[in-house]
């Protein structure tokens, strides 16, 4: 069922745009009269294109006398480009978590608007067309010339959306404050750059995602472009090249990539010793932890969540260091980043027995259907395991009472994203390190 209607006006011709009001009148007449279904609520997109122009809003409506209805339901978006005027009606639908949306619109910018779609939505979202004219022959609505529908896009012209897009997403005022990033004191600012995010500073702007979202799923509500700006504005801030910014293909497995070689399809650790290349594993519970050997001059990160942790992501990590680039593990050091605490994360009784195995003090109240987990303290115990010194982790749940890292991500929902308190539409933050040159 169609949830709103976007009827795109944007490009006219001028001698329609004069008569607006009158061409508004017919065709939502002809959307009730031809649409199988009928939306509850319409956005009208039109172009504005003096600066200060007057918002024409209530006249529109005032004219809309023969649909009572539609009064409540009708807004008119106004913007000088369809980045501009197609991004505020996204936030429109979000606001009532609307996501079937049919769209009435010029055959000859059906293309266009496919490409602006693709790049300021997600799969979330459901997408039907109707062509203006089609709707107009309803009642003979006197629209000009109807333009030939161009056959497919030009890379060109796609590149053009794209920097539109870029540069209206650029023009958007940070949310929440600025940015703040966390960093360890374990790690020698002299050799590595590095840092945890926080939520702050970005333009995401749906609660959960709100600010400083930076990972775009086919399941949530932040699109890509959304994301890449939000990581264009954490690059400025922290100091890092975005042209060489890698992160983990998360799978919740053990594979490691290593910078230079053939890249996984999935792999949820990372190491590199080029200079300049910045690395990055993202958490949203799950652990971002990262790695340095300032004697070899090496990193990593890694992304350990639950079933990372039991499959030994982190020495996997640790393993790439050693064998690729001769790293003597006792170097090497480790810091766990904010990451959800054993005083919120729970798993059913079958996955938290795993866990009692490593250690039973990761595991609080184990003979419950749920009991509590920590991921932190099992990530530890592996990691000591396989030869990482203990003064050589930073996890400040145990080491630093006043904790300038390792915060609990479920705890503190002003600093953090978490899964486990937000739901399926949780926004992620990362942890990120790259050698100087």
């Not at 990160?301 to 640790?318: C, D, P, Q, R, Y």
């Not at 990530?379 to 080491?399: H, K």
Request: with cysteine; proline share 5%.
């Amino acid at each position: 069922m169609v949830e709103a209607v976007l009827i795109d006006l944007f490009s006219l011709p001028a001698n329609l745009q004069n008569n607006l009001q009158d061409l508004l009148c017919n065709m939502l007449g002809n959307t009730e009269e031809c649409s199988s279904t009928t939306a509850p609520l319409v956005y009208v997109m039109c172009s504005q294109t003096e600066p200060g122009e007057r918002n024409d809003e209530q006249e529109l409506l005032s004219a809309l006398t023969d649909f009572q209805a539609l009064k409540k339901s009708l807004e008119v978006v106004r913007a000088f480009t369809t980045a501009a005027a197609l991004y505020t009606i996204k936030q429109r639908l979000d606001e009532k978590d609307l996501s079937t949306i049919k769209i009435i619109l010029p055959a000859f910018r059906r293309d266009l608007m496919k490409v602006y779609i693709a790049q300021l939505f997600t799969a979330v979202y459901q997408f039907e067309f109707e062509d203006l004219q089609m709707i107009s022959d309803c009642n003979n609505l006197p629209i000009a010339e109807p333009q030939p529908e161009r056959q497919g896009l030009s890379t060109r012209d796609v590149e053009l959306i794209t920097n539109e897009i870029q540069m209206y997403l650029q023009s958007l005022p940070s949310l929440k404050g600025e940015f703040t990033i966390l960093r360890s004191f374990l790690i020698p600012d002299a050799i590595f750059l590095h840092g945890f995010t926080t939520r702050t500073g970005g333009i995401s702007y749906i609660p959960t995602l709100s600010s400083c979202n930076l990972f775009s799923s086919s399941k949530r509500r932040d699109p890509q472009a959304v994301v890449k700006e939000n990581l264009r504005r954490l690059a400025n801030t922290a100091g890092f090249n975005l042209k060489t910014f890698h992160r983990v293909k998360t799978d919740h497995g053990n594979a490691v990539c290593i910078m230079g070689k053939t890249e996984p399809d999935s792999y949820d650790g990372i190491v590199t010793n080029q200079k300049g290349v910045t690395i990055a594993a993202p958490g949203a519970d799950c652990i971002p932890v990262l790695f340095a050997d300032p004697v070899r001059k090496v990193c990593g990160a890694a992304h350990s969540g639950w079933k990372g942790t039991l499959l030994g992501v982190s020495m996997a990590t640790v393993n790439a260091m050693v064998s690729e680039y001769g790293c003597n593990v006792k170097d090497i050091l480790v810091v766990l980043g904010p990451s959800v605490g054993p005083c919120c994360y729970k798993l059913p009784q079958e996955s938290a027995k795993e866990f009692h195995r490593i250690d039973p003090k990761c595991v609080r109240l184990f003979d419950s259907e749920s009991p509590y987990i920590d991921l932190r303290r099992a990530t530890r115990i592996l990691l000591e395991t396989g030869g990482i010194l203990p003064e050589n982790i930073q996890d400040d749940s145990v080491t630093d009472q006043n904790q300038n890292v390792t915060f609990c991500t479920a705890c503190n929902p002003d600093k953090f994203y978490s899964h486990f308190r937000d739901g399926p539409n949780f926004g992620t933050q990362i942890g990120f390190i790259s050698i100087k040159g």
